[in-house]
């Protein structure tokens, strides 16, 4: 949990957390429009705000708290009341120092045009959770680890492997417009012949978040996608009928994927047209190769039984 803002240039500490006053000069000034929430001051190198849980307010660390509703939110517009004139917002930015790796998250606040307001509140206290940044890659193996949790039978924990190095957000303008498109993407342009295979190979590019070589070259390596309608025969003799539903047969390059597994990319791919097929349709996902002849895994649907 995280309290914006100090007090005569202290921080003042209560259990896990650290505050802000909103009316210090030195630094709630109000000729700044957003404010950087730091979870814990005396290690902030190795704390990084992952995700804010709830923003609320106070006259003074003793008095009830109010919420304060995020301005970009699923439930928006349940929360739009007269009483509430203010509301936040979070971005996230590179670190600007270049001994501490990772980002920083920044708290704004706004009123309903979105433009930029204060709190009246005299305390914003910011609940977060947090990561320890890049320290865990820093762990060798075997390392000892220390469960804070009463009750269990065990006798240690040990890491088998030194953790994987953090991977960073990608926080670029263009990165965003892909995002948009990504979640724009419906059953109708995976089954296009035209753009289907593509489509496929963005939506695979931006989860490389890191623009990794080997996993780029496994994204070349998916070399066709057939699309075609089928219709198959659901039910049992007294009662049946027909169902329409979409075969996409994908075809991989295997020298493109040396070290890993072209089956496994297409099982989790068949899981993806899975989620994205239309109502009442199905769909057959195959896999083959390049260098070897013949289907190498087929996917049937799950087709109800009765009609």
């Known amino acids: 949990m995280v309290f914006v803002g100090t007090d005569e240039g202290k921080v003042h500490e209560r259990r896990d957390c650290f505050l802000v006053d909103l009316v210090h000069r030195g630094h709630i000034d109000h000729r700044h429009v957003q404010y950087r929430l730091v979870a814990d001051a005396r290690r902030d190198l190795l704390s990084e705000v992952h995700s804010i849980r709830m ?3 106070s006259m003074d660390p003793t008095s009830e708290t109010e919420i304060l509703r995020p301005y970009f939110s699923l439930h928006q517009g349940m929360f739009v009341h007269a009483s509430e004139s203010v509301y936040w917002y979070a971005r996230r930015l590179p670190t600007l120092r270049k001994d501490k790796p990772g980002t920083d998250m920044y708290l704004s606040f706004v009123d309903r045009e979105f433009r930029p307001t204060a709190p009246a509140s005299g305390v914003v206290f910011a609940h977060v959770l947090c990561t320890n940044r890049h320290l865990a890659s820093n762990l060798p193996e075997r390392s000892a680890l220390r469960l804070d949790i009463a009750g269990i039978p065990l006798r240690g924990v040990h ?5 994987t190095r953090q991977l960073d957000p990608p926080l670029g303008g263009s990165i965003r417009w892909r995002v948009v498109s990504h979640l724009s993407l419906n059953f109708l342009s995976l089954t296009n012949p035209a753009t289907a295979l593509e489509a496929v190979r963005e ?5 490389n978040v890191g623009n990794a070589a080997y996993l780029n070259r496994q994204i070349e390596g998916i070399v066709g996608m057939d699309v075609r309608p089928i219709v198959r025969r659901v039910g049992d003799a007294r009662a049946f009928g027909y169902l329409r539903g979409t075969e ?6 295997e020298e493109l994927f040396a070290g890993s597994s072209a089956l496994l990319l297409g099982r989790i791919l068949r899981e993806f047209f899975r989620l994205h097929e239309q109502v009442n349709s199905f769909t057959t996902v195959t896999v083959s190769g390049t260098r070897h002849r013949g289907i190498w895994k087929q996917w049937h649907p799950d087709l109800p ?3």
């Open 248 to 253: 996409i047969a994908l075809t991989f390059n």
């Open 305 to 307: 039984q009765h009609w």
């Open 159 to 163: 890491l088998l492997h030194q953790p």
């Open 203 to 207: 939506m695979l590019r931006l989860y």
């Open 55 to 57: 923003v609320s307010g």
